[in-house]
């Protein structure tokens, strides 16, 4: 097999939504309890683990950012658990918000305090911003099951919550945001990965300044 060229895997292009169909999806779960953290999982790109995982204290509502340290995973015996760390080094990253997250994010408070008190000394104390009821982790297979059922009533095209992610990508890069600001929102270890990832999105020359050349 000595000089035999292996030819290259092509990657397919990721499912997504349409700008139309992220606008339906948020529109039709708006009012859900989990509403929020799919609107998250669309602004930022972020895992679901590292949605359920994020804690209060990741939040900065001050100067909106949204700092990833950590993803929910299993322990040697197949139980989920708060990970200590990010999913790989890259994945350790801060991530903007907009002034509407924020308010959104800041809404939640309240209500979860609510549930503490019905809970009472029943409260898990993980400092979750998007638990089960009860303080502890949602998982990810009900938050799984929950998104679907989102994505079936709003009509739209059938993706896992990871297709938020790649939406989040496909629709900043197809309205002319640098690549490295998708990077740096992905936690991609470089910015070549997230071209070949969205290679299927048309990324001007004049984006990629100084990354590219026009000589």
Known sequence: ?????????????PQVWSAAEASTFLDITKDHRRGQMWR????????????????????????????VR???????????????VAKTSSSRRSIPIGPARVVALRSIRPKQ???????GAAWVDHGLVFDRGNGNWLSP????AVF??????????????????????TLLLATGVHPKVV??????????MTLD???????SCSRMRPQCSTS
Not at 1 to 13: E, F, L, N
Not at 113 to 119: G, N, Q, S
């Open 40 to 67: 998250l999982g669309l602004d930022t790109g972020m895992w679901l683990g590292e949605l359920l995982a994020l804690t209060w204290d990741d939040v900065d509502l001050d100067r909106g950012l949204v700092a």
């Open 70 to 84: 950590r993803t929910l995973t299993k322990d040697r015996e197949g139980h989920w658990k708060l990970g200590e």
């Open 141 to 144: 297979a009900t938050a799984r």
């Open 113 to 119: 305090a609510e549930w503490r008190l019905r809970c």
């Open 197 to 203: 990832r969205y290679s299927h999105v048309s990324v």
């Open 1 to 13: 097999m000595d000089g035999v060229t292996v030819p290259a895997k092509r990657m397919k292009a």
């Open 183 to 192: 990077q740096d929102r992905l936690g991609h270890s470089s910015i070549q």
């Open 148 to 169: 679907d059922r989102a994505v079936a009533k709003a009509q739209v095209t059938v993706l896992t919550p990871h297709g938020m992610r790649h939406t989040m990508a």
